[in-house]
Each structure stands twice: as structure tokens, then as C-alpha cells.
């Protein structure tokens, strides 16, 4: 798999690990079936249940989606990380 950057999303990002940067991605392009840039409907209830469920705030900029650049800093967080060993 080839993770293609460009300036305006790595500056969007926070600071990664190599490792855990890969994995993130790994994660988003399993569970953005449809390739739409946008988890919405049934790609983001299970996604946005582990951040209600983790406690943390995060910036959600529209009710029931949640795009890469919102699902990255609560990856890096590890909101995800319980459900996607269970997956």
C-alpha cells in the first residue's frame, strides 16, 4: 500500500509515529468503505461510539460524521484501539 501526502494534510495532522501513522491509515481504509473521505451512517457508529465511550473531547465538526482529519488525532489517542483488537 502506498500512502500518498501532500502538504495541506500533513500539516492538519498531528505529530505521528511511523508505526502508529501506518496503522491509523490501515484502520481509516477499512472503515471508509465506500472511499467517500467521510465515515457517515453505518461506516461511523462504531467509530464515534469509541470516542463518546473514551471520554476525551475532539472537535467534531458535523453531528453523526467524522472525516480523516477528526478520526486521526483520536487514533492517535488510542479511542480505537479496545474495538479494533476485537475486530
Not at 472511499?35 to 467534531?60: F, H
Amino acid at each position: 500500500m502506498v500512502l500518498l501526502r501532500d502538504d495541506a494534510s500533513e500539516a492538519a495532522l498531528p505529530a505521528f509515529g511511523e508505526e502508529l501513522l501506518f496503522t491509523a491509515w490501515v484502520m481509516w481504509n477499512k472503515a471508509d468503505t465506500n472511499n467517500s473521505g467521510t465515515l457517515e451512517g453505518n461506516e461511523a457508529v462504531t467509530y464515534l461510539d469509541a470516542i463518546r465511550k473514551s471520554g476525551k473531547e475532539y472537535d467534531m465538526k458535523t453531528l453523526g460524521q467524522l472525516s480523516s482529519f477528526e478520526f486521526m488525532p483520536a487514533c492517535k489517542d488510542e479511542a480505537f484501539k479496545i474495538w479494533f483488537y476485537r475486530t
